[in-house]
């Protein structure tokens, strides 16, 4: 297991490497960034003179390097629009963030799994339609939709829940919801099919025919082979949230670093922009390494991989 | 049906639901098993060998009907036992090795875990004692090093190790019963021989009756007491292995020994023959003998009820009184 750990990791920093170079260049790709800092009626001079004052004017390679050793001890530089520095200005978005993404993918795999399981169990009984009836709605629906109806209900109507803000855990209940929603369907429906598909297996009968009780087989012999790409999918999933999870963020005016990303892109901010995305991809990266030792326990042949 | 009579089975009768109809996949079996005794049920696939054998162990699925006016395993009624009765009697008292070595083991658990399972659950025994249990049981089925075997998982075994790892699960607790479904057919030649023999000489050490199924007669010859021959749901032909290899008397019996190769008798390269024609549909009414639709000797009464003939215990189905050998012999 630990060969395999290792591997892995290793992997995890040369894909981590590549996108910390790919998010640097983003401030080359996207023009002149001397020009766009300079603003539109600045003259040429001004241009260059900001040019030496940031330093673009030195080599790509040595800017990247001077760029990731900061950022390695949480430099990222300062916000062009907001002046301020770009980590203070992101750890607590991202407190917002990362406690609703957490939220939202529990939400969903608490949901999700007995939901996918039960119907798995019994095919085509009122437990499995209406587990189908729950993942198509919640394709369909989208997620602003669903957060106003909830707001709507539960914050004018009943008045139970705030509808905006972060200060409590009273504060995150609908935006897990709607978020954890959001994520909820192709979880159920990878779980029953990977359910279906162990419980149909030779092995399942073989322990049967030990004498096992139903739970045991359900839950010793075939969840843990069945929940193996779930497992991957989350991953995939939670990172997914923490980006992308702006509209749930706009719809709760909850602060979180989706809603800066969505900003700082809007207003050209790149130090901010390059930082999110930096951020964001080593959470990703993270998950994914973290999933993948997760499914190297559950099942020992990936082990060698 | 004497004091050590084991297993009793009549009329066993599996009815499926399929698209057309219902799939009358066993019709009305009957046999028995004394205590040690090896009873080999023979026949083509699709007969439904297997779906008898998972009928014996209550692992049949929701959708297939059983019924039977007996079903006793020793002192228990299996038609009316409870599923907690069943399962105190799985893997404990009758336990059953399967087709597949390859995917009847689960990836996710080393072997270790595995054989010791059966044993935790039916004995009040701790994990060091299943542990010891095991290693003794590998032992048995010939698997070298067998302590740090335990540690390993099935996907770096070999087919012909994970059949051996399933029947030293299958004997944990000492079963009375073994059913082994085609237990060598996935497997090499060379191995197959060498998981039968061990077979046999575990059955006759523990005193444990079998039931062996396999589509091979010679096989059957080798190392069953007792044969039952079994066609499109029926058994055709039943009795002690001698008599039925010495004079098999329906027409099918004897067109699956002409298919072994007889050591001594049959020249190298000659044709092996092979009974010509398809089992027919099962699907709806079936009447009459089964057979006929591919027997050379087939005339119109065998759409009729068909008589058993014979003597109890060699005993078969025909319409001819001989079981047609005698027309047989004649075009021979
Ligand atoms: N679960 C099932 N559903 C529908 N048909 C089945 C099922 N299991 C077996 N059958 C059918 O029943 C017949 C007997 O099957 P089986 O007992 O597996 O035969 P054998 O073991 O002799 O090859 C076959 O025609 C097979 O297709
Ligand atoms: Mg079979």
Partial sequence: MLPFILKRLGLALLVAFTVSFISFSLLFLSGDPAAALAGETASGEDIEAIRTLYGFDRPMMVQYGEWL???VRGDFGESYYFKLPVASLITDRLQVTMLLGLCGITFALLTAVPLGVAAAIRPNSMIDRLALFLSVAGQALPSFWFGLILIVLFSIKFQILPPSGAESWRHFVMPTIVLGYYAMPAIMRLTRAGMLDVLNSDYIRTARAKGAGEGR?????????????VVSLAAVQMGFMLGGSIVVESVFALHGAGYLAWESIARNDLPT???LILIFSMFYITFTFLADVLNAWLDPRMRSA | MTEDTLLEVRNLTLDIPAGGGTLHAVRGIDFDLKRGETLSIVGESGSGKSLTSLALMGLLGNSIKRSADVMRFDD???LTASRKTMRSLRGNRMAMIFQEPMTSLNPAYTIGDQLMEALLLHRRVGRAKARERAVELLEKVGITSAGSRLGQYPHQLSGGLRQRVMIAMALMCEPDLLIADEPTTALDVTIQAQILRLLVELTRE??????????????VARVADK????????LVETGPARPVFARPSHPYTRGLLRCIPQPGKTARGADLGTIPGIVPSLIGDVTGCAFRTRCAHAQPTCRKQIPVRGEVPHQFRCVHADGAISAERETA
């Fill in chain 1, 217 to 229: 087989v359900l839950f010793k012999h075939a969840l843990r082979n069945a929940i193996i790409p």
């Fill in chain 1, 273 to 275: 922009v390059q930082a």
């Fill in chain 1, 69 to 71: 050793f900061s950022a």
């Fill in chain 2, 227 to 234: 044969v039952a021959v079994m066609y499109a749901g029926e």
């Fill in chain 2, 76 to 78: 228990i009624d299996l």
């Fill in chain 2, 206 to 219: 523990m005193n444990m009756a079998m039931i062996l199924i396999t589509h091979d007669l010679g096989v």
